[in-house]
């Protein structure tokens, strides 16, 4: 079945350090990609999304690039900052059968420092 | 507009004790679905309603959990009895309905369940 990993956390920054968390997948199909983001105490955001390979997501300074070939999907942003502390997910959705079901990794929690 | 509710939002019971969970979707969402984490590990799909069909409910773990959705409005996820291993978060998201396209799903803030 279709499944995302990501790399372990946690994660600890400097303010204004350059981050990455890496992201690849397996899946049927040409998914799409997703990354969504929990705040503390709040619910999942969705951050950023690609549907197909070389589209580029962004938001927010953030990028995570569809490729195809490496079947990846890794969240960067080039200076962090304390309020980006939050736990980020990786996720894909086939579309199988009429469910746009997401399928999740297991999360990689960001501390950042000032 | 309000976002996804999801009620109570911390639940703690004992096991073999019965727990409901309520999620009530963005107004206008046909699209209403429930995940689950168990600490540590990932965000698990447990079922897809469209309105108040169960268009996917193939993520349930077992006949210990039920979910309805009566009307097609709010939906309540029932786990009777409760097991210790079904301790985590539970999270419900609405999306609208579309062809052709992604629907974004919006998600509420979770009901953390802890079954002692």
């Known amino acids: 079945g279709d499944s995302v990993t990501q790399m372990e956390g946690p994660v600890t920054l400097s303010e204004e350090a350059f981050l990455t968390i890496n992201c690849t997948y397996t899946?049927?199909?040409?998914?799409?990609l997703f990354w969504y983001v929990q705040y503390p105490g709040e619910g999942l955001q969705l951050l950023l999304k690609a549907t197909k390979a070389d589209d580029k997501g962004s938001n927010k300074g953030f990028e995570a690039t569809y490729r195809k070939e490496t079947t990846s999907f890794h969240l960067e942003k080039g200076s962090v900052q304390v309020s980006d502390s939050a736990v980020y997910f990786c996720?894909?959705?086939?579309?199988?059968?009429?469910?746009?079901?997401?399928?999740f990794g297991k999360g990689t929690k960001l501390t950042v420092n000032p | 507009e309000a976002g996804v509710t999801q009620f109570p939002s911390h639940s703690v019971i004992e096991k073999g004790q019965t727990v409901t969970l309520r999620c009530d979707p963005i107004?206008?969402?046909?699209?209403l679905y429930w995940y689950r984490r168990v600490m540590g590990k990932e965000i698990k799909f447990l079922l897809h309603?469209?309105?108040?069909?169960?268009?996917?409910e193939s993520g349930m773990p077992n006949n210990r959990f039920l979910a309805e959705r009566t009307g097609g409005t709010y939906s309540t996820l029932k786990v009777q009895p409760a097991e210790l291993e079904d301790s985590g978060v539970y999270f419900c998201?609405?999306?609208?309905?579309?062809?052709?396209?992604?629907?974004?799903?919006?998600f509420g803030p979770g009901t953390r369940l802890t079954v002692l």
């Open positions: 899946a049927t199909g040409y998914p799409s």
């Open positions: 309603f469209v309105k108040e069909s169960k268009q996917d």
């Open positions: 998201a609405s999306s609208q309905r579309g062809a052709g396209k992604y629907n974004e799903q919006f």
């Open positions: 107004s206008g969402h046909d699209n």
């Open positions: 996720a894909l959705t086939s579309a199988q059968g009429g469910s746009e079901k997401l399928v």
